[in-house]
Structures are given as structure tokens and as C-alpha cells.
């Protein structure tokens, strides 16, 4: 073992002195939650001033309540919908202006300017966007209705928002609204980590445009493609400020989150923390079983050595070895 030279300033402790604020916050914030919400899905927790609470003979009865719930199903249903509907056209049209933005060929000016209106969206606050399409889609009285009528579509003014599917559709254009600029930003960045040599290269060969994004540029960002799907599955699946500010899960439950049942069990009135708690833990065991199957699916096989052309390698070498090649 090598002695330590005399003057030798160690700076990994330093290291571990500004991370330990972060440290601290995490385990009571974050981890002491956690574990203790994972603990009251298997008690009798309930009501505001309970201050005792014992485990159920039982276990896992607050999970099959839960798991049972119409009202969970209904929000589980709808969570996945409003993911879904918001997901698709969301990373479809983050590529398209990706594509757009980082083409050396188009040689966009202002491209900052672009970026900052497209992003805006998703630094205005829920509560606000939720007043603002309240605005817009009022009855008798709002823009839409106004637009709609003087355009003829409709003859008079419609409640859109007792409408199931009306509903629905608008909560997922906000969601899609709100955060298509940020995952934009976040494939641009991924781009711009590519050899610029590649496109080059490309360029002399006589690719289209569309042969480079497709052949080129879409295989070298699939890491952050994986990044983007499973955070926004991640967020689409713990929806909650928009459903919950802008119609309270209504109409008739038309888009009633599982992270707004959440809420309604332990905070609404019934304070059944037990159950909440159980929800909360299906909910992270489903989040968890989607994102790793969206790892093995789409993790980088050649990267892992798990791709045809490196185990037909991989094969060859050891041919190789065995008949005394070097």
C-alpha cells in the first residue's frame, strides 16, 4: 500500500461534504416517505387524528380493495388514455422540429428564439393553464363557442367539458401542449452529441434528408429516445395538477387520474391513508414493470454485446483462438 506523500491534499472529502446536504434531504424527504407509505399499505391507517394503527392479518386486503375499486380501475383506464393520446403526437412532433432544427442544410436563423416560444409552454404553472382553458372552453359565454359559431360549425353554444371524451381530448392537448417543447429540447441536445463527421459524410454520399434522419440520426439517439419515453411515462402515469385543477377528475370521472384517487383517499374527506398508500405502491410496482420492459426492449444490444454482429464476432474469435490464429 503506497503511503501518502507528505503535502498530498486529499479532495475526495470535500466531495462528500457538499453532497451531504443533498444526502440528508433525500432520506427524509424522499426515502423515509417512501418506506413509510410502502409500511401503511399493510395497516389499518385511517382518519386524521389516528395515532395508533396495527397491521391487518391479512396483509395484502388493502391491495386486492384497491386493485377491486371501480373508481381505481376507472383511473387507471383513463391514465393510460390521456398518456397515450398526449404521448404519441408529442414525441412525433419533437422529432419533426428536432429534424427541422438541427439540419445543417436549412441553415434556420433565430433558432434561440424558436426554442425559447416553443418551451414557454412548460414553465407556466398548472393552475394557471387550467384558469386559461376554463376561460377558453366557458359556457355559454368563451372563445371556442364564439369561434365555433361565427365559423358555423356549430349552431349554438355547447358544453364541452360535460362531454366524456371532449374532456379527455383536452386534458391530453394540454399535457401535449405543455411538454412537447422540453422533449424537443431534450432530442436536440442528443443530436447535437452525434459526430458531426457522420452527417458529413452522409452529405457527400448523397443522402436525402430523410435517409439521414432515419438511417442516421434516429439509431444514434436511441439512448435518449429510451430517456424520453420512460420519463414521460413516469410523469404520465403520476398526472395529477391538470385533471385535478381544471375539472377535478370530472365529468363523471372522464379523467379522474389514479394520482387524483390518490389524493381523494387520503385527503378528500375519507382519509383512508391505508388504501392511498396502497394505491400509491400498485401504482409504482406498475411504473417500475413498464420502464424495465422499456430498458430490455430498447436498451443498446450492440453496446451489450448482445447483437448479431458481435456475437458472430465474438464466435469468430474464438475459431480463431482455438485453431493458433492470432
Not at 391507517?45 to 396495527?54: D, I, M, P, S, Y
Not at 381505481?72 to 393520446?85: E, R
Not at 407556466?124 to 368563451?142: C, D, K, M, Q, W
Not at 366524456?164 to 417543447?181: C, E, L
Amino acid at each position: 500500500m503506497k503511503k501518502k506523500k507528505s503535502g498530498e491534499i486529499r479532495y475526495a472529502k470535500y466531495g462528500y461534504i457538499f453532497s451531504l446536504p443533498f444526502v440528508v434531504a433525500f432520506l427524509i424527504f424522499s426515502l423515509y416517505p417512501i418506506l413509510y407509505t410502502a409500511v401503511i399499505g399493510f395497516t389499518d391507517l385511517q382518519g386524521v387524528a389516528t395515532t395508533e394503527w396495527h397491521f391487518l392479518d391479512n396483509p395484502f386486503q388493502n391491495f386486492a380493495n384497491v386493485l377491486s375499486n371501480k373508481s381505481f380501475q376507472t383511473a387507471l383506464k383513463n391514465t393510460f388514455m390521456i398518456w397515450i393520446i398526449n404521448f404519441i403526437p408529442q414525441i412525433l412532433l419533437a422529432l419533426l422540429l428536432t429534424a427541422w432544427f438541427t439540419d445543417r442544410r436549412w441553415h434556420i436563423k433565430g433558432q434561440g428564439i424558436y426554442k425559447v416560444l416553443l418551451y414557454m409552454p412548460n414553465i407556466i404553472t398548472a393552475a394557471t393553464i387550467a384558469i386559461l382553458f376554463n376561460s377558453l372552453f366557458a359556457y355559454p359565454v368563451g372563445p371556442v363557442n364564439d369561434l365555433l359559431m361565427k365559423l358555423h360549425i356549430i349552431n349554438e353554444a355547447q358544453n364541452f367539458l360535460v362531454n366524456k371524451g371532449v374532456a379527455r381530448g383536452i386534458v391530453a392537448f394540454i399535457q401535449f401542449w405543455m411538454w412537447y417543447g422540453y422533449t424537443m429540447l431534450i432530442l436536440i441536445s442528443g443530436v447535437l452529441g452525434i459526430n458531426p463527421e457522420i452527417f458529413e459524410a452522409a452529405e457527400v454520399d448523397g443522402a436525402s434528408r430523410v435517409q439521414v434522419f432515419f438511417q442516421i440520426t434516429l439509431p444514434n439517439i436511441k439512448t435518449i429516445l429510451l430517456f424520453t419515453l420512460v420519463t414521460s411515462l413516469i410523469g404520465g402515469l403520476n398526472m395529477f395538477d391538470i385533471p385535478k385543477l381544471f375539472l377535478l377528475g370530472g365529468p363523471n370521472n372522464a379523467t379522474l387520474t389514479t394520482s387524483v384517487y390518490i389524493y381523494n383517499q387520503a385527503f378528500a374527506g375519507s382519509y383512508m391513508y391505508n388504501k392511498a398508500a396502497a394505491a400509491s405502491m400498485i401504482m409504482f410496482c406498475i411504473i417500475l414493470f413498464f420502464s424495465s420492459f422499456l430498458f430490455i426492449l430498447l436498451r443498446d444490444k450492440d453496446k451489450d454485446g448482445y447483437g448479431k454482429d458481435a456475437k458472430k464476432i465474438k464466435k469468430l474469435a474464438k475459431q480463431k483462438m482455438r485453431g493458433g490464429a492470432v
